[in-house]
């Protein structure tokens, strides 16, 4: 089933497809629903130049954002229309939604469905880094109980960022520690979202309603792009 999807989802536009194995990682209200998909789509590389040269967000940023986390949703909805057709249930967890004002966070963590998927895995930024495409992605999920994987947890890598810390010194809202993500570790242990998000808000509300910042992915995608990029 999960190539099925794949197929369709990639033929709609999204880079990259994944399933993952996700008990005990699920809401208490989706219990039944242990199994994940990851859906990625790339931002415009121009886009992602232009927020590292400049070292500030652009209203083609937002636009560009916003696009991706639509068309993400719409794939998301058909992968659940389809999961539904063979009898299975489903649930589209929105591109950008957050549901825990207090802890920045939605019903699941696109980063976890991903990184448990095998798809990559999170840096000092507390962002999704694709093996394939980097930390310049959009992600969305779907929770389902179809049996899209083998039923048990995906070995984690250990591997992280090494020495490098660009992010961090990127950060003009001082809200990357610097600390070496360790899987398992609260987020607010190496990163404070809540400082970040003040710093968009308060720096960038011209721009997206300060919704976007964009610096560190930029940052990371640079030095992503030179040391694993091998097409220009």
Known sequence: MLEKIRKRLLFEGADAVGGAYLKGFVPDSMQNLEYGISVQMR??????E??????????????????????????TFLAVSMLQKEGYRAVA?????????QMFAGLISHKLVAVKA??????????????????AVRLA???????ICAPEPLFVRQEGCGTCSACAKACPAGAISGKEYI?????????????????MKKSFQMIG????????????????????LKKP
């Open 43 to 48: 931002l415009s590389q121009a886009v992602v």
């Open 93 to 101: 967890v929105p591109a950008s939604q957050t549901v825990d004002r």
């Open 50 to 75: 232009q927020i590292f040269r400049e070292k500030s967000p652009s209203h083609t940023y937002f636009h560009n954002y916003r696009t991706l986390n639509a068309m993400l949703d719409r794939c």
């Open 209 to 228: 309603r300060g919704a976007v910042c964009g610096i560190c992915m930029a940052t990371c995608q640079n030095r992503w792009k030179e040391k694993f």
């Open 141 to 147: 999920s779907v929770l389902t109980d179809c049996p």
């Open 118 to 135: 095998g798809m990559g895995r999170i840096g000092r930024h507390a962002l999704f880094i694709s093996d394939e495409l980097g930390p």
């Open 183 to 199: 899987p398992g570790m609260p987020r607010e242990d190496f990163f404070d979202a809540e400082c970040c998000s003040n710093y």
